[in-house]
């Protein structure tokens, strides 16, 4: 087995007795990955959805998530943290929408 991993290297050749390795150009190839975006867990949003706009409990449902969501981007699960995350965010925009509605329709028995 080992015979055959070193029959896999390429051939290499001996240097000239009159060429030293100081006289060879050196380099050094450096790869930077930019790490991934951690995804929003929209806490804040969340907290005031929650306060401000507790509809059918929406609100507080999508504090829950928000926090689960924080959670697993805590732990390294951005798939996790992503699928809770936009799970809050619908919530919020659902409990966001529902708020307008309803003060759109008390001010317009009101006046």
Not at 15 to 25: I, K, R
Not at 78 to 84: E, H, K, R, T
């Amino acid at each position: 087995r080992a015979r055959g991993m070193q029959q896999s290297l390429p051939p290499y050749e001996v240097l000239p007795a009159e060429v030293s390795m100081e006289d060879l150009p050196r380099s050094t190839t450096v790869l930077l990955e930019e790490p991934p975006r951690p995804p929003r867990d929209h806490l804040v949003w969340s907290l005031f959805t929650t306060l401000y706009g507790n509809f059918c409990c929406l609100g507080l449902l999508a504090f829950v998530f928000s926090v689960k969501s924080r959670d697993r981007k805590v732990l390294g699960d951005y798939s996790g943290a992503l699928s809770y995350g936009s799970t809050a965010r619908c919530l919020n925009i659902t409990a966001l929408v529902i708020n307008i509605i309803l003060v759109v329709i008390v001010v317009t028995v009101v006046a």
